[in-house]
């Protein structure tokens, strides 16, 4: 099996379950608790919130575990949106958010308040000035994803957070698929709050963490007990605490060979594809991109078909169709960045890992070049493009 589609999800690491065991068996206690038992899952937690507080410049009380990123975007955005209802209720996000973000926004239209999703350009960017002209003074939140899921375009974090300073506006950023592959300092970028996740970096799934700035006035996420500082009850998943710390601190610590040894290989994916197969060109910044990313569009194809012939071939890939939910709408990201419905159809996303080899993409052109050839030659589409250029 050829693997890539690590930004749908990534392989649990090994010394990340191997951390994870004794909190299942050895380490089971609450951590509320005051005998010893308990207290080892209160170190070990403290230890995780230490680990990625470091990793993003951030102290360790700014860090709040959630069950994934989903719940970190939409914790985040209703929260502030209540906490600062009194100062305004519009909001500034962008077209090519994840869902979390857009279908917590569109949640948030609903019950009165007004949102603005900037554009984006044909690579994926933000506009700045667009932005500094969408900011008002009932504005209160500004959320822009730190990097795109389908995309890879990495946006202008550092620029944006300046504005949403200078303005006075909250910055919150989906930082899910960049956390770990791009270094981050909350201070730097003027960051006020972040979410991530672990599945996505090698970590286990249904944990991740909110950072929020010290001072922000957002409300809790779940009431009941005093856990997280009283703003996210519930028991502490201990051992996928432990894991996604475990995960953090190998992501970061070897960041910086692991994403140069990436962005070769995407390069030279992206390069073979461009040179073999044609009729095809690359969805995203060529440069602005995160190091495992590769998002094609190959016209006169049906992406969901390219995905069935490749997973007989032993390829797990992604599509810019939205099949998770069971329609075949086109990706409002691809056409978010200008892409016509059909070019939007026929993409491809190919995500690479640490165990991507050459080899392995070797591989996975030579069959996507027979793949495209062969749904081509099947292409009514096609057959008509080829007697257009005869004549
Ligand atoms: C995967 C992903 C999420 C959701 O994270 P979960 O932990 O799966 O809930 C949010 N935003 C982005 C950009 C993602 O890629």
């Known amino acids: ?9 990534t392989k649990t690491a090994p ?61 985040a955005i209703k929260a502030t949106a209540e906490a600062y209802a009194a100062k305004g209720k519009h909001i500034i996000t962008t077209k090519i958010e994840h869902h979390a973000v857009l279908h917590t926004c569109e949640y948030l239209e609903k019950q009165g308040y007004e949102v603005t999703y900037l554009n984006v350009d044909r690579d994926g960017l933000v506009d700045l000035e667009e932005l500094k002209g969408a900011i008002r003074s009932d504005t209160i939140l500004i959320s822009i994803m730190f990097a795109n899921n389908e995309i890879g375009t990495i946006e202008p974090i550092k620029e944006i ?16 698929q960049a956390f770990g592959q791009v270094p981050i300092n909350v201070d730097e970028l003027h960051i006020d709050m972040l979410s991530a996740s672990g599945h996505k970096l090698n970590g286990p799934k249904g944990i991740g963490f909110l950072y929020i700035r010290t001072g922000i006035k957002i409300r809790s996420f779940l009431h009941g007990g005093a856990q997280e500082r ?129 080899e392995d993409l070797d591989t996975v052109v030579d069959e996507l070049k027979k793949i495209v050839e062969r749904l081509r030659d099947m292409s009514p589409l096609y057959a008509d493009f080829l007697k257009g250029q005869k004549k």
């Open 230 to 358: 009283s703003r996210r009850a519930g028991t502490e998943n201990v051992p996928g605490i432990v894991g996604l710390g475990v995960a953090v601190e190998r992501a970061i610590s070897t960041m910086e060979e692991r994403t140069r040894k990436e962005i070769e290989l995407r390069d030279y994916l992206i390069q073979h594809v461009e040179k073999e197969i044609p009729h095809c060109w690359l969805n995203g910044h060529r440069k602005k991109r995160l190091p495992n990313n590769v998002n094609l569009s190959f016209l006169y194809i049906e992406g969901e078909s390219m995905l069935i012939m490749l997973d007989m071939k032993g390829i797990c890939a992604s599509s810019g169709s939205a099949c998770t939910s069971g329609s075949l709408d086109p990706s409002h990201v691809l056409l978010a960045i200008g892409l016509k419905h059909e070019e939007a159809h026929g993409s491809l996303r190919l995500t690479l890992s640490e165990e991507t080899t050459r």
């Open 161 to 176: 957070g300046e504005i949403a300073k200078e303005k006075g506006v909250l910055f919150h950023t989906d930082a899910v």
């Open 15 to 75: 010394e990340v379950v191997d951390a994870m065991l004794p909190y299942f068996s050895e380490y089971y206690g609450n951590a509320s608790t005051i005998y010893g038992l308990g207290s080892e899952s209160k170190k070990a937690i403290t230890n995780a919130r230490e680990i990625i507080a470091k990793g993003l410049g951030a102290r360790t009380e700014e860090i709040y575990f959630t069950a994934g990123g989903s719940e970190a975007d939409n914790w």
């Open 1 to 9: 099996m050829i693997y890539l589609d690590n930004a749908a999800t």
